[in-house]
């Protein structure tokens, strides 16, 4: 079935550090991927998300490029801050372009940033 | 902004007792669903609720669970019978219109279960 990989945390950087967070899909059709972003104490946030090849995200200077040719949505920021300290979860929606019924998701990733 | 809220928030029960958790979707929301993460895993999907009836659900979701919509705000996921394996994190979710892309699905802050 349909699956998502996303890379093994924690990931701890300095601030205004690079990050990539790796993700990738397995998947029979042709689905929507997504970010989520879960900040300490809250409830799963959409961070951003991408419907269709080559589309891609962004929110909070993150960025998520949808590649099909790799399978891949690879989450990427270019100067990391404190506040960016969460968990990240990758996920993909198995139903109808840009539907987010039924998400499966990464394990999830987590960030540190250090002042 | 509008927010989905579980209760509770931390739950402690003995192995083969019943949990009831609670979710307030967000009040236009059409589509409801749960999802579980056990420590260290996956976020999965268990269910998904429309018009008052389950829409989907996963091989997760057996005959221990059940979900109901009581009183038209409250959306709640019952566990029968639990069991150590049932120890997790719940999220509850919802979303104005499933079929639609350009609508953000939401979820609260989770239910933390610790069945001992």
């Known amino acids: 079935g349909d699956s998502v990989t996303q890379m093994e945390g924690p990931v701890t950087l300095s601030e205004e550090a690079f990050l990539t967070i790796n993700c990738t899909y397995t998947a029979t059709g042709y689905p929507s991927l997504f970010w989520y972003v879960q900040y300490p104490g809250e409830g799963l946030q959409l961070l951003l998300k991408?419907?269709?090849?080559?589309d891609k995200g962004s929110n909070k200077g993150f960025e998520a490029t949808y590649r099909k040719e790799t399978t891949s949505f690879h989450l990427e920021k270019g100067s990391v801050q404190v506040s960016d300290s969460a968990v990240y979860f990758c996920a993909l929606s198995d139903r109808y372009g840009g539907s987010q019924g039924n998400l499966i998701f990464g394990k999830g990733t987590k960030l540190s940033v250090k002042p | 902004e509008p927010e989905v809220t579980q209760t509770p928030s931390h739950q402690v029960t003995q192995m083969g007792q019943e949990v009831i958790l609670r979710c307030v979707p967000i009040s236009n929301h059409l589509y409801f669903y749960w999802y579980r993460q056990i420590l260290g895993q996956k976020v999965e999907f268990l269910v998904s609720f429309y018009n008052n009836e389950i829409s989907e659900k996963s091989e997760i979701f057996d005959d221990q669970f059940s979900v109901e919509r009581p009183d038209g705000s409250n959306f709640t996921l019952k566990i029968r019978s639990t069991k150590l394996e049932d120890s997790a994190m719940y999220f509850c979710?919802?979303?104005?219109?499933?079929?639609?892309?350009?609508?953000?699905?939401?979820f609260g802050e989770g239910s933390w279960l610790t069945v001992v």
């Open positions: 991408a419907t269709k090849a080559d």
């Open positions: 979710a919802s979303t104005e219109d499933r079929q639609s892309s350009g609508n953000t699905i939401y």
